[in-house]
């Protein structure tokens, strides 16, 4: 079974501060691993996957298969990081999308 | 392309009635996926479709929720009766797979069910 975990469904913090919203998987196969955000009033939309290996709006995620994470990170926050990331996990195999709870981040000024 | 288009953004209705929900996935994308979100139980993966053809429909919670495919460019999700329990913004997306899902998903503007 596929299932992804999300312990943070908040996390605030400044502007400028590093940002690190956290993702747990559990899949006996091989994963792939995504993460989404919705932005307010825009629909939900593809972040970065783990096999890119790229950064995108200065966020990286690496994929940890020994502590089976793919925690999303961010050096510097900015306001417009406001949103709602969601964590998601497919088998290579497995052609179904399945999504953690997401987290609300919000950026303080 | 306008994207994945649900209908309609905004459902109201009492409990018992029947409810529809409306999606018209992008153009030549052969994967569609029915999704419910909540805040307590996130985003969940209700039934996806491959080529019209219902493949795992094993998130959807009871008998009163169904799903069809008729054709490549629409598809519904039907909830007979409705309960308050069912308010939730249902999202569709439509992507194209390839040997597992290493394509993106595209969703739509998703439709927000409330039930008295």
């Known amino acids: 079974a596929q299932r992804v975990t999300q312990p943070e469904k908040l996390l605030s913090v400044f502007k400028g501060a590093p940002v690190e919203l956290k993702c747990n998987y559990s899949y006996s196969g091989s994963p792939e691993l995504f993460w989404y955000v919705q932005y307010s009033r825009q629909r939900l939309q593809l972040l970065l996957r783990h096999i890119s290996r790229e950064s995108i709006k200065g966020f990286t995620a690496d994929l940890n298969k020994g502590e089976t994470s793919f925690h999303l990170k961010k050096p510097f926050a900015q306001e417009e990081d406001s949103a709602m990331y969601y964590c998601a996990l497919s088998g290579v195999r497995a052609q179904k999308l399945v999504f953690g709870q997401g987290t609300r981040l919000t950026i303080n000024p | 392309d306008a994207g994945v288009i649900q209908s309609p953004r905004h459902e109201v209705t009492e409990m018992g009635q029947e409810v529809t929900l409306r999606c018209k996935p992008i153009?030549?994308?052969?994967?569609l996926f029915w999704y419910r979100q909540t805040m307590m139980r996130g985003l969940e993966l209700l039934i996806y479709?491959?080529?019209?053809?219902?493949?795992?429909d094993s998130g959807m919670p009871e008998d009163r929720f169904s799903a069809k495919m008729p054709n490549a460019s629409f598809s519904n999700l039907k909830i007979q009766p409705s309960e308050p329990r069912d308010s939730a913004v249902y999202f569709c997306a439509s992507s194209l797979g390839a040997g597992g899902l290493s394509g993106e998903l595209f969703f739509g503007e998703g439709s927000r069910l409330t039930v008295l």
């Open positions: 153009s030549g994308h052969d994967y």
């Open positions: 479709f491959n080529n019209n053809v219902p493949i795992d």
